[in-house]
């Protein structure tokens, strides 16, 4: 069964700074891998989606990467700032592409 | 270009009643996913339907149903509400299955 584990939990940083955000997944056999933003209480924004045979892809500030063989993924966030503050989930497609697999989340909070 | 939309956004219902969220998928999408989101979790896969069928469950009983229509909307309906099923029920639509998908704004279920 896949699960999906985003490591740290919780962070806070000061406005400027560049920070990682961490997503391993038990099962290499996955179809595509999504990072998403969520705000309080509302629905989810699509970040980055990375298929199975990329590396990796950018968005502005953003930045995710794909090790299929190592089951991980990164999210990294060049010069944050306060309205990045939010819950990044990633996210793993099953190899049927029925179905993303999330975890539970890296709650991020910049002050400024 | 209009997104997901789900209504109603937020709705009370009473322990061993019936409820049904709907969503409108992005256009053009012809696969429409629902997902469960409980406090403080990652969002759980309910189902998927492609093209009018069931293409995918994940582990929900049967008194979670939906139908999805010839123009690619959806329903998701929940019979013999039971307390825990208070979450934010997400709906999410992509173009053929797993091209990355766009979520809603979701609706907040509270059962009492």
């Known amino acids: 069964k896949q699960e999906v584990t985003q490591i740290p939990a919780a962070l806070s940083v000061p406005e400027g700074e560049n920070l990682v955000l961490n997503c391993s997944f038990t099962?290499?056999?996955?179809?595509?891998l999504q990072w998403f933003r969520q705000d309080p209480g509302k629905g989810l924004t699509s970040l980055l989606l990375i298929q199975s045979s990329q590396r990796e892809q950018t968005s502005g500030r953003l930045n995710a990467s794909l090790d299929k063989s190592s089951g991980r993924s990164t999210l990294y966030i060049a010069a944050s700032q306060p309205g990045d503050s939010a819950t990044y989930l990633c996210?793993?497609?099953?190899?049927?592409?029925?179905?993303?697999?999330f975890g539970k989340g890296t709650t991020l909070s910049v002050s400024s | 270009e209009t997104g997901v939309t789900q209504s109603p956004t937020h709705l009370i219902k009473t322990r061993g009643q019936q409820v049904t969220l709907r969503c409108s998928s992005q256009?053009?999408?012809?696969?429409v996913s629902w997902y469960q989101q409980a406090l403080g979790q990652g969002p759980q896969f309910i189902f998927q339907y492609y093209r009018e069928e069931e293409n995918g469950r994940g582990n929900f009983p049967p008194r979670f149903s939906g139908l999805q229509f010839p123009n690619y909307s959806s329903e998701l309906n929940v019979n013999a509400l039971e307390l825990d099923d208070s979450a934010l029920y997400l709906c999410?639509?992509?173009?053929?299955?797993?091209?990355?998908?766009?979520f809603g704004s979701g609706t907040r279920l509270t059962v009492v």
């Open positions: 256009s053009g999408h012809n696969t």
């Open positions: 999410a639509s992509s173009l053929e299955m797993n091209y990355g998908y766009t």
């Open positions: 099962d290499s056999a996955i179809y595509n």
């Open positions: 996210a793993v497609g099953n190899q049927a592409g029925t179905a993303l697999i």
